[in-house]
């Protein structure tokens, strides 16, 4: 939100671009909106040739000439072979229209997925970076503040002296993370993330040893059932990379792959 108020500031003076229908296969979904000014563009309406041709069109228009509305389809004509149609409206940004997609952007903004990480050691860092550019909502609990400190601005964060407390407050539909310090507090944490049956998914960083470790307590607990659930150790077995940049990049795909299949299952 806070790019999107900056490109305005900057760029007082500009174009929206939407796609007002979309059909067949296409780059980006109807209603999806692009700012163009002289010198500057803000967000994406799918790239190529497809977004040139708006883009031109758009600075057009700022100069006293171009479309209002463009029908492109996206074959071989303009060098793209997604198969489908677009429809494309112009519109000068008024305050009530840059309103209007700020509330819309809100909107979808309060809809995306909690993701709590529970632990901001490295990989707690690395992934907060990972997932900041993509449509999800993360929250770093830490059980010391100095951790705490480093993560980059707007962060959205938690202090708190039992973080398995909190694992009720993640809205169904979401991850928990877990990359604390502590193998006992990890154990906490996934016990009670494991017993709630309306998470996408529930990760925990480490190893086949503490996977088997945790397993056993699970039965001692008499939760062994819940273990199939759990994502242990994160990020694939596939990349033997352990740095935490790979880690993170690889465990936001999994998470991401996740809410896609929990979708998919709830509508179904």
């Known amino acids: 939100m806070a790019d999107f108020r900056a490109f305005l500031a900057a760029h007082p003076r500009c174009i929206a671009v939407e796609i007002a229908r979309a059909q067949g296969s296409t780059p980006r979904e109807a209603g999806t909106v692009m700012l163009v000014s002289k010198t500057s563009i803000w967000g994406t309406i799918g790239g190529g040739q497809f977004e040139f041709m708006a883009i031109a069109n758009a600075r057009a228009l700022l100069s006293g000439g171009g479309q209002e509305v463009m029908d492109i389809p996206l074959g071989p004509e303009i060098g793209q072979c997604c198969g489908g149609r677009t429809q494309l409206l112009f519109r000068q940004v008024t305050a009530e229209l840059a309103g209007d997609i700020e509330r819309r952007l809100e909107a979808e903004a309060a809809v995306r997925p909690h993701i709590y990480i529970f632990g901001a050691g490295h990989v707690g860092h690395a992934l907060v970076a990972a997932l900041a550019p993509l449509p999800v909502r993360a929250v770093v609990v830490e059980t010391r503040a100095n951790e705490l400190e480093t993560l980059p601005p707007g962060s959205q964060t938690r202090l708190v002296a039992l973080p398995e407390a909190l694992v009720k407050e993640i809205e169904p ?11 006992a507090l990890d154990f906490m944490i996934a016990r ?6 309306d998470l996408a998914y529930v990760g925990m960083i480490g190893s086949a040893t503490k996977r088997a470790t945790f397993a056993r307590w699970l039965v001692r607990e008499g939760d062994g059932a ?5 994502t242990l150790p994160i990020g ?5 990379d352990k740095r935490p940049e790979v880690i993170a990049a690889l465990t936001a ?16």
């Open 173 to 183: 539909g979401g991850a928990a993370v877990i990359l604390t310090h502590d193998h």
């Open 192 to 197: 009670e993330a494991l017993l709630r049956t």
């Open 226 to 230: 819940a273990l199939d659930h759990l």
């Open 236 to 240: 694939g077995a596939v990349v033997k």
């Open 253 to 268: 795909a999994e998470i991401l792959t996740a809410f896609a299949v929990y979708r998919q299952r709830s509508s179904s």
